[in-house]
C-alpha cells in the first residue's frame, strides 16, 4: 500500500482487479470445485425451428448407465419472463426455434449425458415456420404463440393477441394521425428520403460461453452459480417461476468472462435449476459448447425498418415516419422492452418537430432476441444516420452541419414530450471532425484504393422500468481501510473501479484503501441491485456508493465533532484523517472508525463499528400514453455521442480498410477517463465486428454458421489503425460527479458511420447489413457498369 | 463429443501397430487442429487416434540429399520439411525462407499465432482442404511427399497426392513423413496472395501461389490455386503462355487463363462470382509483385 491516490474520481487509476486478471488468479465459474457430488448437465435441441411435440420418450436415455435423472417440459408447467411471461424452461407442446431446449439429462459425466441426449426420442409435427420479422407481422403469417392473450406483462407493454406482434409502441408527434404525418408538412420538404433497411440477428461472441451450476438442497434452498450481469433478477425470476420464496434462492455470480447483454436477464439458467431439482442435494454444471452459445442463448434480434425523413431547403428536417419490425425470436421476454425503447427513441437524436413511429417486436422462428449492448440503437441508428446524410446530400449541406443544425440539444421537446436534459452534442460532432480532418479531402494509399469520411450521431437512454434500484454498504476496517458491497457486476467496465473511486473520494481516504467485497456478487450477501445493464451502474449504482459513504462520512464526523466539542460541519476527511477547519485539530480514522473514542477522562466511549448503507432509484419516469407515446419524462437521462470514421476501400477486392475512428461522447463526467477510454476502443472494435457479420439460417432455420470458423468478429488484425476518443463532460443533474454511462453507447453508430464513409469514398450505399468484401464490390462494380 | 482413444507412440514400429488394427477406424493426428473441430462436428467418428508428433524426425527442417525415392537424381542437396513441424516453424525458418520462400509465406497465412503455434504442415496436407494455405505452394515447388506404410516407404509427387476434398493419395495405414523441395536455381521469386473474410483467423476465399524460375533466356512460371477446385490446383495453360514473356498482354492472357482454370463453388463465405473475380485480382497482384522482383 505504498501508492496513496487521494481524490481519485476523475483519476486513471488502475482498475481494482487487473492484477488479479491478468495472473490468472481470478475464478470463473467454470473454474470452481464442487467435490465428487457434482453432476453434468446436457440440453436436447429441438431439430425443427417450429414443431408441436407429440410425444417426448425418455426411456432409452434414462436406461444409460450413468445417467441420474431427465426432465422436460413436464416438469416446468409455469410460464417465466422478465417483461413478457411467455415460455416454460423446457418447451411444453410446441417448439418455437431450432435448438430450444426439449429436455435436460443429468448424469455422473459430461460425456455420458452428450451420450444419453442422443438417446431421447422426441416425435414432432412440424408447422410452417417464420424468419423475417416483417412477414411474421402480416395478418396471414404462422402464429408462433396462439395462447398470447393469457400471457402476463407490465402495464407498459402493448401485445397485440392473435397475431405474432409482442409489442407495439406508438409515437405520435406534431401534425400527424395514424395514417401518417400531414401531408402539408411533406409539402414543405425540399428533400424527402425513404428507405427500407435490414440487419440480421447477431450474437454477443463472449470469450465464457454460459455455463450455471445449481444445487438444490433437501432443505429447499436453491443455490445457482452463474456468471451473471443480473444476479438479482436471476433470483426473482426463479423465485417466481418456481414458486418458491425470494429468500430460498441464493445466486452467487464470480467475475464475468463477458457480457455485453448476452448475460442479462435469464437464459440457460432456469433449465439447470430445474435439473438440479430432480436430483436433490447434487450440484449440477451445464456448461453450453460455442456452438450452443449462439443457437440456445441469447442474440441481438434482427430488425426491419421502413423510414421516411424529410427536410426544407434549409436543412431543417421536418418530418419523420418510421415502421420498425424486430425479429425477436421465438420468445421475447426482454425483447418486447428493446421495441419500446425503439420507438421512444425513435428519431435516433434529432429535434424533429412531426414524428409518427410505430415499433415492434415479433415473434420470428429464431432464437430468442434480448438484450445486447445497445438495445436496439445500434440497428435503428443505422438507417436514420444513413437517411441523414442521404438528405444533407440531397440538399447540398455537409453533414456534419446538417447534424449540428438538427441533433437534440439541452432544453429541447423532445419526440415523447420531454424536456431532453443537459447535453453537449454539437461538442461531440465538432471534437471528431476535428480528429480526423473532416473536409479534407486525403490521398488513398494506392491507385486502387480510394478514400473516404463519415460521420454519425446518436442517442442512447437507459432502457429500463421506470424504478429500478441499486443499494452499496460500506464497512470500515481497523486500520481505515473500507470494504464497499455492492450487488452490480463487474463486466469489464470497471464498475468495481469506480465504485471504489467514488467510496474514497467522499469518505476522504486514499483509493488503495477500498476493497470492493464482490466476488463473488451474491444475493444471500450482497446488497440489491437491480442489473448490470442499460448503462447505468455508474450513474446509479455510483448514486447508491456515494450515499452509503456520505453515510458512514457523517456518523464519523458526528462522532468526532462530539470528541472535540465542535460542530460537524467545520469537519472534514483528508488522506484518512479528520481535520477541523475551525480549530485545525486532527484525528486520524484509523481505529476510531471501529473502536470508536473515548469520553473525557475515559469516562465512558462514543461511536463503534462504522458501517453505512445507501440506496438510489429515480422517481421521476412517468407513463407514456399508450396511443400517442406522450408524457412528461419517458426516460431518466440520455447519452449522446458521435463517430467519424477515415477509411479506405480497395476497389479491386471489395475490402475495407479502417485508417482511424474518432468517438466523442458526452458521459457528465469521467470518472475515471481510462476507463472511459477503453469503452471508446472497444466500443470501436465491436461496432465494426456488427458492421461486417450476421447469423445466417437455412430455409428450416437450422444455424449455418454457429461458430467462429464462419461466424467472423474483427480480430486483432482487423481493427482500425487508429482509435482516438474524446470525452465531452456536460454534468448530469442527479448522475454522481455529474456521471452518466458510455458502455453501450461506443458501438451504437459505427456501423452507419462506416457506410457513410463507404459511400463518401466510392458513392455506394448500402442498406442492408452485414457489409462484406464481396458485397462492396459487386456494389462498386454495379455502379461502374450503370455509369458506363 | 464422440470418444476416442488416444495413442502417442515413440517408434514407428508401435505407430503402425496402432495405425492397422483390424476392425478399427484409427486415424494419425498431428497438431489436432482440423480433427478435434471435425470430431466436434460429427463429421469424423475415429475409434482412436495415433499422435505422430512423438515419431523420430518428423519435426525436422533440413537440408538432405536426394534419395532413392524422393528427390530422386537431383544434385544438389533437397529441403526436407518433416510432417509435424509446426507452421510457425516453417513460416520463421530461414531455409524454408530461402528454399521454398512462396511455403514459408502461406505457412504464415494459416490460421493465427496459436493455430500456428500447432497445426503442421502433414496435417494440412492429410486434411486435404481444397482452402489449405500450404497445398498450393507444394504444387508450385513440385515438392515430393514421403509417406511410410507398415512394411514400405514410397514417394508420391505433390501433384499426384491430392485427390478430391479431404482425399489424398495416402494409402489406410500409411502416414505422412515430410515433404522434400527440389532445390531451385537462384533468383527464384514466389508470391502466396490470399483473400479471406478477416485478416486473422480465417481461411482462404481464393488462395494463390505463383513462382517465377529463371530458365533460358527468361522464366518458367508456376501457378497454383487453392479453395477454387476440389483440389489445390496447377494452371498448367497460363504457365505456358507465361513462358513467352510478362509483357502487360500476356500477364492479361495468363490471368484469363487462370480464371478458365477455376472451378470455384458458392459457399457461407463467398460466391463462386466473387472466388472467380478474385481469382483475377489475386493473379495480377501477384505476377505484377514478382515482375517487378525481375532484375
Not at chain 1, 21 to 40: I, N
Not at chain 1, 758 to 763: C, F
Not at chain 2, 121 to 144: H, I, K, Q, R, Y
Request: charged letters at 20%; aromatic letters at 8%; a negative charge.
Amino acid at each position: 500500500m505504498t501508492k496513496q491516490t487521494t481524490d481519485p474520481v476523475g483519476k486513471s487509476v488502475p482498475r481494482i482487479d487487473a492484477y488479479d486478471k491478468v495472473t490468472g488468479a481470478v475464478q470463473y465459474v467454470d473454474d470452481l470445485q464442487f467435490g465428487p457430488g457434482l453432476y453434468y448437465g446436457k440440453l436436447v435441441h429441438s431439430p425443427h425451428a417450429h414443431a408441436i411435440i407429440k410425444k417426448v420418450d425418455v426411456s432409452k436415455a434414462l436406461a444409460v448407465p450413468g445417467v441420474k435423472a431427465i426432465v422436460t417440459g413436464e416438469d416446468t408447467p409455469h410460464r417465466m419472463g422478465l417483461y413478457m411471461q411467455d415460455r416454460y424452461i423446457f418447451a411444453r407442446d410446441r417448439v418455437r426455434y431450432y435448438g430450444e431446449p426439449v429436455a435436460g439429462v443429468v448424469a455422473i459425466s459430461e460425456e455420458i449425458a452428450e451420450q444419453a441426449a442422443k438417446l431421447v426420442e422426441v416425435e414432432y409435427e412440424v408447422l410452417q415456420p417464420v424468419f423475417d420479422p416483417y412477414e411474421a407481422a402480416q395478418p396471414d403469417a404462422p402464429l408462433l404463440h396462439p395462447d398470447m392473450a393469457e400471457y402476463q406483462w407490465p402495464p407498459f407493454i402493448f401485445p397485440e393477441p392473435g397475431t405474432n406482434i409482442s409489442e407495439h409502441f406508438k409515437l405520435r408527434k406534431g401534425k400527424v394521425t395514424d395514417e401518417g404525418v400531414d401531408p402539408e408538412v411533406w409539402a414543405q420538404c425540399a428533400a424527402i428520403v425513404e428507405k427500407t433497411f435490414r440487419l440480421p440477428q447477431i450474437q454477443h461472441v463472449p470469450i465464457e460461453p454460459h455455463v450455471a451450476v445449481a444445487r438444490w438442497d433437501l432443505s429447499g434452498e436453491v443455490t445457482l452459480w452463474s456468471p451473471s450481469q443480473s444476479p438479482f433478477a436471476q433470483r426473482d425470476l426463479l423465485a417466481q417461476g418456481l414458486g418458491i420464496p425470494h429468500g430460498n434462492v441464493r445466486v452467487i455470480s464470480p467475475y464475468v468472462g463477458g457480457g455485453f447483454g448476452g448475460k442479462a436477464g435469464i437464459s440457460i439458467e432456469a433449465n439447470v435449476v430445474v435439473m438440479a431439482k430432480a436430483v436433490k442435494g447434487h450440484p449440477v454444471k451445464v456448461r453450453m459448447t460455442r456452438e450452443e452459445e449462439f443457437f440456445c442463448t441469447n442474440v441481438r434480434q434482427s430488425l426491419y425498418a421502413h423510414t421516411k425523413i424529410g427536410c426544407d431547403k434549409d436543412g431543417h428536417v421536418l418530418a419523420m415516419e418510421t415502421a420498425y419490425y424486430f425479429g425477436g425470436g421465438g420468445y421475447n421476454d426482454y425483447g418486447v422492452n428493446i421495441a419500446r425503447a425503439a420507438g421512444y427513441s425513435c428519431t435516433g437524436p434529432y429535434s424533429i418537430p412531426n414524428v409518427k413511429g410505430d415499433s415492434h417486436s415479433v415473434y420470428t422462428n429464431t432464437p430468442i432476441g434480448s438484450a445486447m449492448r445497445g438495445f436496439g440503437m445500434p440497428e435503428i441508428h443505422w438507417g436514420i444516420e444513413q437517411i441523414m446524410d442521404r438528405l444533407a446530400d440531397e440538399i447540398g449541406m455537409d453533414p456534419a452541419e446538417f447534424r449540428r443544425i438538427n441533433c437534440v440539444k439541452t432544453g429541447d421537446t423532445i419526440l415523447t414530450g420531454m424536456k431532453m436534459p443537459a447535453v453537449d452534442l454539437v461538442q461531440c460532432i465538432d471534437k471528431v471532425t476535428e480528429a480526423i480532418n473532416w473536409g479534407k479531402e486525403e490521398p488513398p494509399s494506392a491507385p486502387h484504393k480510394k478514400r473516404g469520411k463519415g460521420i454519425a450521431i446518436m442517442w442512447k437512454a437507459p432502457a429500463m422500468p421506470p424504478n429500478p434500484g441499486s443499494s452499496a454498504i460500506v464497512r470500515f476496517n481497523e486500520d481505515a481501510t473500507v470494504n464497499v458491497y455492492v450487488g452490480a457486476q463487474d463486466i469489464g467496465q470497471g464498475a468495481f473501479t469506480v465504485a471504489a473511486q467514488m467510496a474514497a473520494q467522499v469518505l476522504g481516504i486514499p483509493y488503495e484503501w477500498v476493497r470492493v467485497s464482490v466476488n463473488p456478487v451474491d444475493t444471500k450477501y450482497s446488497p440489491y441491485e437491480w442489473q448490470t445493464v442499460a448503462s447505468r451502474i455508474t450513474w446509479s449504482m455510483g448514486n447508491a456508493v456515494r450515499a452509503a459513504a456520505n453515510h458512514a462520512r457523517t456518523q464519523i464526523l458526528e462522532i468526532v465533532a462530539k470528541y472535540w466539542d465542535e460542530d460537524p460541519a467545520d469537519l472534514d476527511i483528508k488522506n484518512g484523517v479528520v481535520i477541523s477547519y475551525k480549530s485545525e485539530r486532527e484525528q486520524p480514522l484509523k481505529k476510531m472508525v471501529v473502536y470508536g473514542l473515548p469520553n473525557e477522562n475515559y469516562e465512558g466511549w462514543q461511536g463503534g463499528p462504522i458501517i453505512g448503507s445507501g440506496k438510489f432509484m429515480p422517481t421521476y419516469v412517468t407513463n407514456l400514453d399508450p396511443d400517442t407515446g406522450q408524457g412528461a419524462r419517458a426516460v431518466v437521462h440520455y447519452t449522446v455521442g458521435a463517430q467519424a470514421i477515415d477509411l479506405e476501400v480497395d476497389t479491386e477486392t471489395g475490402e475495407v480498410e479502417i485508417l482511424k475512428i474518432a468517438s466523442a461522447y458526452d458521459v457528465g463526467k469521467a470518472i475515471n477517463p481510462d476507463l472511459v477510454m477503453t469503452q471508446i476502443e472497444g466500443g470501436a472494435v465491436h461496432g465494426m465486428s456488427s458492421a461486417f457479420e450476421g447469423m445466417f439460417f437455412d430455409e428450416n432455420g437450422r444455424l449455418k454458421n454457429p461458430s467462429l470458423v464462419d461466424y467472423k468478429i474483427a480480430t486483432a488484425m482487423d481493427i482500425p489503425k487508429e482509435i482516438h476518443g474524446d470525452i465531452v463532460e456536460t454534468p448530469l443533474e442527479d448522475g454522481p460527479w455529474g456521471a452518466r454511462g458510455v458502455g453501450e453507447h461506443v458501438m451504437v453508430q459505427t456501423a452507419p458511420a462506416i457506410a457513410n464513409a463507404i459511400y463518401n469514398a466510392t458513392g455506394v450505399r448500402f442498406d442492408d447489413l452485414p457489409l462484406s468484401a464481396e458485397k462492396i464490390y459487386r456494389a462498386i462494380h454495379a455502379q461502374e457498369e450503370q455509369e458506363q | 463429443m464422440h470418444p476416442f482413444d488416444y495413442y502417442k507412440p515413440k517408434d514407428f514400429d508401435e505407430a503402425f501397430a496402432m495405425l492397422t488394427q483390424p476392425g478399427k477406424k484409427v486415424i494419425p493426428l498431428a497438431g489436432s487442429t482440423d480433427i478435434i473441430p471435425m470430431v466436434r462436428d460429427e463429421r469424423w467418428l475415429p475409434d482412436a487416434v495415433v499422435d505422430i508428433k512423438g515419431l523420430p524426425g518428423l519435426r525436422d527442417i533440413k537440408l538432405v540429399d536426394s534419395g532413392p525415392l524422393c528427390c530422386a537424381g537431383q544434385t544438389a542437396q533437397c529441403l526436407y520439411i518433416g510432417a509435424a513441424a509446426r507452421m510457425n516453424e516453417i513460416a520463421h525458418s530461414e531455409l524454408v525462407q530461402q528454399y521454398a520462400s512462396v511455403l514459408a509465406q502461406a505457412a504464415q497465412e494459416v490460421g493465427h499465432e496459436q493455430v500456428r503455434n500447432r497445426a503442421t504442415l502433414g496435417g494440412n496436407m492429410g486434411t486435404a482442404s481444397p482452402a489449405g494455405d500450404t497445398l498450393s505452394a507444394l504444387l508450385v515447388l513440385e515438392a515430393d511427399v514421403l509417406v511410410k506404410g507398415k512394411d514400405e516407404e514410397r514417394c508420391i509427387p505433390a501433384l499426384k497426392f491430392f485427390l478430391g476434398p479431404r482425399k489424398t493419395a495416402l494409402q489406410p495405414g500409411e502416414i505422412i513423413l515430410g515433404v522434400q523441395v527440389p532445390p531451385l536455381p537462384e533468383g527464384t521469386l514466389g508470391r502466396y496472395l490470399r483473400i479471406s473474410r478477416r485478416k486473422g483467423a480465417d481461411l482462404a476465399i481464393v488462395g494463390l501461389s505463383v513462382m517465377a524460375i529463371p530458365a533460358e533466356g527468361g522464366y518458367q512460371w508456376r501457378i497454383g490455386l487453392g479453395a477454387v477446385a476440389p483440389t489445390p490446383i496447377r494452371v498448367p495453360e497460363a504457365e505456358t503462355i507465361l513462358a513467352t514473356g510478362h509483357d502487360e498482354a500476356t500477364v492479361e492472357k495468363a490471368i484469363q487463363a487462370t480464371l478458365a482454370a477455376a472451378r470455384p463453388i458458392d459457399d457461407i463465405r463467398a460466391t463462386a462470382a466473387y472466388r472467380r473475380e478474385m481469382v483475377v485480382q489475386l493473379t495480377r497482384r501477384a505476377l505484377q509483385d514478382i515482375i517487378a522482383q525481375i532484375p
